[in-house]
């Protein structure tokens, strides 16, 4: 027991620097590394209360939210309906039998699903693959981006896919996509937070540990913030992604 606490600290540590380097990343490094021990689901627990502080924080850091809210509700609204109806997919599945291809048919789903999440995330970012969305397209392909992103945060707790590549799709100006990605990601979590609650899988205990476990992601955004000014941050994004690709290649083939 005194190890896996010791394991989930250093795990919310090194989320929380990537969260500081890079402006995102923190449930996406913690679920890669929690999903390696504990079932995905207890992982997304785990990562709501971190995930929510340091995103509220990343928003309260830049201009004022409205305008962004104003221009992303179809996408942020959709992420809810999506995440919502992701959940009752997978809790279907997670209801029948071990035997007949339920909860353990789920649980290798939610890990297949992780993973690929993971390594696709991974590829993207480490070619540096960036994509465009035409002109006139943004009114209904928002709605379309938040579902999916809905759908995949209720399979596998990542927020990041399709949304993140989208919002760096529009051109949005440094600042203004670093609290886009704030705002989808605390809307996602919120979301996710809301599912998990339904299904009892945010229980007391686990929602305690879920509190504990923003200490050591605090700190380890803080330690990457100030990392962000003395590091390159080329080879850290090659690191970084590498290691999306190595850990999610090993969660989809085990």
């Given amino acids: 027991?005194?190890?896996?606490?010791?394991?989930?600290?250093?795990?919310?540590?090194?989320?929380?620097?990537?969260?500081?380097?890079?402006?995102?990343?923190l449930p996406t490094v913690a679920m890669a590394l929690l999903s390696l021990f504990v079932p995905p689901l207890e992982a997304a627990a785990l990562l709501i209360v971190p995930s929510l502080l340091t995103n509220?924080?990343?928003?309260?850091?830049?201009?004022?939210?409205?305008?962004?809210?104003?221009?992303?509700?179809p996408m942020l609204v959709a992420i809810c309906l999506g995440t919502l109806a992701g959940s009752a997919m997978f809790a279907v599945v997670g209801s029948a039998p071990a035997g007949d291809g339920g909860s353990l048919g789920a649980s290798w789903s939610a890990n297949a699903t992780l993973g690929v999440a993971?390594?696709?995330?991974?590829?993207?970012?480490?070619?540096?693959?960036?994509?465009?969305?035409?002109?006139?397209?943004?009114?209904?392909?928002?709605?379309?981006?938040?579902a999916l992103t809905g759908l995949l945060t209720a399979a596998s707790g990542v927020f990041t896919l399709?949304?993140?590549?989208?919002?760096?799709?529009?051109?949005l100006k440094r600042d203004e996509l670093v609290q886009a990605m704030g705002l989808s990601f605390t809307v996602s979590t919120a979301a996710?937070?809301?599912t998990l609650a339904m299904h009892d899988a945010l229980h007391p205990a686990v929602a305690g540990a879920s509190l504990l476990a923003q200490f050591p992601a605090m700190a380890g955004m803080?330690?990457?913030?100030?990392?962000?000014?003395?590091?390159?941050?080329?080879?850290?994004?090659?690191?970084?992604?590498?290691?999306?690709?190595?850990?999610?290649?090993?969660?989809?083939?085990?």
Avoid: D
Avoid at 56 to 73: D, I, K, M, N, T
Avoid at 162 to 171: D, E, F, R
């Fill in 118 to 146: 993971l390594a696709i995330y991974g590829i993207l970012g480490l070619l540096a693959i960036r994509f465009t969305v035409p002109e006139g397209a943004e009114p209904w392909l928002s709605p379309v981006i938040g």
């Fill in 192 to 194: 996710l937070a809301v």
């Fill in 222 to 254: 803080y330690l990457g913030t100030w990392l962000r000014q003395r590091m390159n941050p080329v080879l850290f994004r090659r690191c970084f992604f590498g290691t999306l690709i190595a850990l999610g290649g090993h969660l989809a083939l085990a």
């Fill in 56 to 73: 509220v924080w990343q928003l309260a850091s830049g201009e004022p939210v409205f305008p962004l809210w104003q221009r992303f509700w």
């Fill in 162 to 171: 399709p949304a993140v590549p989208y919002l760096q799709a529009l051109g």
């Fill in 1 to 25: 027991m005194e190890t896996h606490i010791i394991y989930i600290g250093v795990v919310f540590v090194l989320a929380g620097v990537v969260k500081g380097v890079t402006g995102m990343g």
